[in-house]
């Protein structure tokens, strides 16, 4: 009597089985993966803003500290953009008839702010507070990259919770003098880094949450 299956049709059952499960458990961190790429977060992407600021001009040329111009980010929950106000204190008298600040001085004559587009953000249901963390010694660069060699300035981090937690679980890895906390240049090899942030975690009696309620209040 014929077999009701040809002898290969074990071994089609055992690599179909296998895969169909590659593929139902493969398919969820396919998409896991796929929403901590660039191409989901736009990290790295550049942000065209309504003005032309060149941050290397500004940082590097002109020495211009980051709490100049963000001069909310160690005293607010919330870094800020300049007010055109601030804008003037230099333009007033450095290219002040420039076509490429035409936006600047007519948001200053008529009140109206500029549409700056936001660059860095988490979430509504994410509590971040900027002031803490640049009182604690987590530096600019650390969150923001090396702003100062950016002509447009793009996403540095993926600011997802992963990223959030490897800083909060060994702050030691991350943690500066405060007075270093713009320095964009400003850098230690990793051995000298845990001896430094060892102390300053002890020092500023450091004890990041890790908790889900840390972040989401």
């Not at 055992?14 to 191409?39: F, Q, S």
């Not at 803003?49 to 709490?67: A, E, S, T």
């Not at 964009?184 to 908790?211: V, Y």
């Amino acid at each position: 009597m014929r077999p009701l299956f040809p002898p290969w049709a074990n071994s089609a059952l055992w690599a179909g089985t296998i895969l169909l499960l590659a593929a139902v458990l493969g398919l969820p961190v396919a998409v896991m993966v796929y929403m901590r790429t660039p191409y989901v977060t736009d990290r790295l992407k550049e942000v065209e803003q309504p003005v032309q600021f060149d941050h290397r001009h500004h940082v590097m040329d002109d020495g211009i500290d980051c709490l100049y111009c963000h001069y909310l980010a160690d005293r607010s929950p919330w870094a800020g953009v300049p007010p055109t106000e601030l804008c003037m204190n230099c333009h007033a008298q450095i290219w002040n008839d420039a076509p490429l600040l035409e936006p600047v001085r007519e948001s200053f004559f008529s009140g109206r702010p500029i549409k700056w587009l936001r660059v860095n953000g988490v979430p509504d249901f994410v509590f971040f507070n900027h002031a803490v963390h640049v009182h604690r010694g987590v530096g600019c660069a650390t969150c923001h990259g090396r702003v100062d060699q950016m002509a447009a300035v793009h996403a540095a981090a993926p600011l997802q919770m992963q990223w959030c937690l490897e800083c909060h679980r060994k702050p030691e890895r991350f943690l500066r003098p405060l007075d270093k906390i713009t320095d964009m240049e400003w850098q230690l090899p990793p051995d000298q880094q845990l001896l430094l942030g060892r102390e300053l975690k002890e020092k500023l009696s450091i004890i990041p949450p890790t908790s889900c309620t840390g972040c989401h209040r």
